[in-house]
């Protein structure tokens, strides 16, 4: 699967779009209405493009693909990522995008079909998201693959011919892995590698977003995973004070 030490080495990061995380979403009959919010790249997948790019400044062969599977408004968003360095960017355009139809094994599935296509040697996950906090599409796309994975990834290293060094976290303590590639990590990267890249408009010049439409590729959502809305009860609810401990017990065990 690893091409030799004379030809490019090629990362894939994904990417999320989520909306706006400053911007509070309106509240419809108890249900939360993001409408009329603002989309934006998830910070920590800019995070993890960040790290990537300063390793390919010790690391010149890498080149670095961002890959996004979203709505097709969204599409535009990528050219950010364009401008912070990477080398090119796919999108996936799907119809009809809510999180409820397009899970993120899902997901997983349609990186898993990318990713072997064009035989990727290294794959940047966030270990979660910004918006819900979920973060298995890393973990599910190793079992998918095949590929060895390295978890909460905090510092890339050093590349030599067909393995990686990278630093991981594991309770108060910093560990260094040198893995065989092909491999998924699973990143936690400082919040300040994002101040590694400078946004400059010229980067992108030349460079295209690739867009593909889901439907092509012959896949089913998974139907194991459900969304359901709840609504806030504006029923009242009866209180009772509790001013002090022979009053508590009481109430308890009565």
Known sequence: MFKNSQQNMKIGVTVKIIYDLEVKPEVNNGILDYKTAKRMIDPIDETNISAAIKFRETTPSVVITVFCLSKESDSGLLKRVLDMGVDEAVFVKINNYNESNVDGLTKSKVLKRLLTAEKYDLVL???????????????????FLGWRQLYRVCELVDKKTDQLTARCKSRNRIITFVVKLPCVLVCEFDKSERSVSTFDPTKAINKKIDVKHVDKLNLTCCSCISVVNYTVSSKVRKVKVIDNVDTLMTT???
């Open 252 to 254: 308890l065990f009565n």
């Open 125 to 143: 996950t966030g270990k979660s998201s910004s918006d819900n906090n979920s973060g298995f599409v890393g973990s599910a796309l190793t079992t």
